[in-house]
């Protein structure tokens, strides 16, 4: 009986002693640029990523195997975020597009010469010699390839306007 | 009694909600009728389908009731002067939807004599074929007045095709708030039943089913007066959200369910509103147009909530300022709404005209708003279980924050009538319903991508061959010219030889 207990507990003791050494000696240091990029995260561990949670995207961020941009929840604000912390330099562009354009004349500027009617792959121009041109908002495509036939700047690109037949509700933020 | 009440309620299909209602005192207040503001602004889309077309002209004089813009397209509804007056433009004014953006409108400024033009008046309507009272409904712009706006002639001629048998009035008025039905049904009872058998005769139907959900007690028994033992059955229905939406009032009264990709028509059956009933009895029998409506003034900020007929077109800044104002100045507003708080718009600003399907106007405090964070899905499952069209909330959201709305549409997507059940019982604040709405307008933009993509190839197409054609024809042209100047040098090759050959002749 007594031999029982004084062996269990010599050997608890004996273990413990060397648990307490190891862990002095063999401790593992946790990436600090990590656990700071983690407080910046949002935290839902979502996995829209592909990463086992914010931690996963984190340390692969650091390692560099994953870029700055991976986080679609935090969006474009984290994204420049971390990469003003590690120094990295991001194409934000990617993240979302500023959305379609189309080719617009300026009427006051076009002198009618067709050579941007001629180039259009949709004939989304309209407009004969000497009159002035325009373009049919429905069938432009903005592949923006009459822009630089336009000998007087007339023909510049912009955002086609959002009308309440085209307006999406933007996606809610995740939670 | 109580275990049966317990077992009755954990075997019937516990669908929706219970919110707050919130209807009274504005239900209670009597009806007022604001006067004609000096100025209207009347959108041309004030309805689902194609935007109606101006014809009149800036400067032109209009009478009372004439018509301004014409219906475009096969669904599509006119649009009529709700006062005399001058037209004074045709320009933008903000659309009552969450985006704030404009919409083309006409601008009306009214001259203060209020003049009915001609109208034409009919004295016995059940003479007409439901072709006629289909046209008259029709020209004189009427249009579902419960909040979706759909034309209401495409339905009632769709419905005498369709060999409807049962016509369903809608007078649930489920969504919080809101109680212009309600005052209509205790105001003018008599009217809507006229416009009930009207419609009853126009589509041929056999029964008309009224729903009037229980917690209005006064509509249920006026209509009861009104209609007495005819074939109008007034149906007092249980109080619940959404009790108003088509498919679930069907159900109710019916208990026949609209099958999930088709219509009400494909049943025998037809819903129309309260409101609509009483704007085709105006507009059969004495030809007048949809040219005003009863609006709930309401919410915690509103001085003096009531129910108050405006002009369509009005601003809904002059119907807050005629209803008496916001307490303390607007200070607490934290939310304007149009319509419903369940299903309404939210707009940015009070300059935004009531257009023929606003049922309400409300000025909420903080108190009356859910605007928390949302926290992560703990998937309890309520949502499932309030979502009146047996759909899983939870799971299509999931989806869709991923963007796989493929996967969204495989769970129902589609079939979503986007009531805000599911958001209004989520304990994590999940701003469900808003999902379902981005991902419908996501696949709608999606959808109209695919179609212009298509017409891209077919003018890309067109070109190519035109191209191709006015090289050939050039080719061809070149070809005929070459021909011709060859057959003339050939013909005074001829000649040069045969007079030639004569001048040899002669001279041998």
Not at chain 1, 81 to 95: R, Y
Not at chain 2, 47 to 69: D, F
Request: charge should be neutral; proline fraction near 7%.
């Amino acid at each position: 009986m007594i031999a029982a207990i004084l062996s269990l507990t010599l050997l608890g003791a004996a273990l413990g002693i060397v648990l307490g050494i190891a862990n002095k000696f063999l401790k593992v240091e946790g990436n600090p640029v990590v656990e700071e990029l983690l407080v910046m995260m949002p935290g839902s561990n979502c996995g829209q990523c592909g990463f086992p949670g914010c931690n996963g995207a984190a340390e692969a961020i650091v390692n560099g195997t994953a870029p700055a941009t991976c986080c679609p929840p935090g969006g474009k604000a984290l994204a420049s975020a971390i990469a003003a912390k590690l120094g990295l330099t991001v194409d934000l562009s990617a993240m979302a597009d500023d959305g379609p354009k189309i080719a617009v004349v300026a009427e006051e500027l076009c002198i009618g010469c067709c050579r941007c009617s001629k180039v259009c792959p949709t004939d989304a121009i309209i407009g004969a010699a000497k009159q002035v041109h325009n373009v049919f908002r429905e069938a432009c495509t903005g592949c923006s390839s009459c822009i630089e036939k336009c000998p007087t700047e007339a023909l510049v690109m912009r955002p086609v306007p959002v009308t309440l037949q085209h307006w999406v509700m933007p996606r809610p933020v995740a939670a | 009694m109580g275990f049966m009440n317990l077992l009755k309620h954990l075997l019937s299909d516990d669908w929706g909600v219970h919110p707050d209602d919130h209807k009274r005192p504005a239900a209670d207040a009597p009806v007022r009728v604001m006067p004609v503001p000096q100025r209207l602004y009347l959108p041309l889309q004030q309805h689902l389908g194609g935007p109606a077309r101006p014809v009149v002209l800036v400067g032109q004089q209009v009478s009372k009731g004439e018509l301004i813009a014409e219906a475009q397209g096969m669904v599509s509804a006119p649009i009529h002067a709700p006062t005399s007056g001058t037209i004074v433009a045709v320009s933008e004014i903000t659309a009552p939807h969450p985006s704030g953006l404009t919409l083309s409108a006409i601008i009306l400024e009214a001259d203060g004599r209020d003049a009915w033009g001609e109208l034409p008046a009919c004295v016995d309507p059940f003479s007409l074929s439901p072709a006629e009272i289909g046209q008259r409904v029709a020209a004189a712009g009427v249009v579902g007045m419960g909040g979706a706006a759909f034309p209401s002639s495409v339905k009632l001629v769709g419905a005498s095709r369709a060999k409807v048998t049962t016509l369903v009035i809608n007078g649930g008025e489920c969504e919080p708030y809101l109680s212009c039905d309600d005052r209509l049904m205790r105001d003018q009872a008599a009217a809507i039943i006229d416009g009930i058998r009207i419609m009853q005769h126009a589509t041929g139907a056999n029964v008309a089913l009224v729903g009037i959900e229980d917690n209005k007690p006064e509509a249920i028994a006026a209509m009861q007066r009104a209609a007495g033992r005819g074939d109008v059955v007034i149906r007092p229905v249980p109080a619940r959200y959404p009790m108003g939406s088509e498919k679930q009032l069907i159900q109710v009264l019916t208990g026949t369910e609209v099958p999930a990709d088709g219509r009400p028509a494909d049943i025998g059956v037809i819903v129309h509103n309260v409101g609509t009933a009483l704007a085709v009895r105006a507009a059969v029998r004495e030809g007048k147009p949809l040219i005003s409506r009863l609006v709930t003034v309401n919410g915690q900020c509103a001085a003096y909530p009531g129910n108050i007929e405006v002009r369509i077109g009005t601003l809904a800044e002059e119907v807050i300022a005629f209803a008496g104002g916001l307490k303390g100045d607007g200070l607490g507003l934290a939310r304007r709404i149009m319509g419903g708080p369940m299903m309404g718009m939210q707009i940015p600003h009070w300059r935004v005209p009531v257009v023929k399907g606003s049922s309400g106007i409300l000025a909420l405090d903080a108190s009356e708003v859910a605007a928390q964070e949302p926290n992560p899905c703990i998937r309890c499952g309520r949502c499932v279980k309030a979502c009146p069209m047996g759909l899983l909330p939870l799971e299509m959201s999931a989806r869709i924050r991923n963007q796989a709305y493929d996967e969204a549409i495989d769970l129902g997507l589609k079939d979503c009538i986007a009531c805000g059940c599911c958001a209004y019982v989520c304990p994590s604040t999940i701003p469900l319903v808003q999902y379902f709405v981005h991902a419908k307008g996501e696949l709608a933009a999606q959808d109209r991508t695919k179609l212009r993509n298509d017409a891209t190839k077919k003018l890309a197409l067109q070109r190519q061959e035109r191209l191709a054609r006015e090289a050939r024809e050039k080719a061809e042209a070149a070809a005929r010219r070459k021909a011709e100047r060859e057959a003339a040098a050939a013909k005074v090759a001829a000649e040069a030889a045969a007079v030639n050959a004569q001048t040899q002749g002669e001279s041998a």
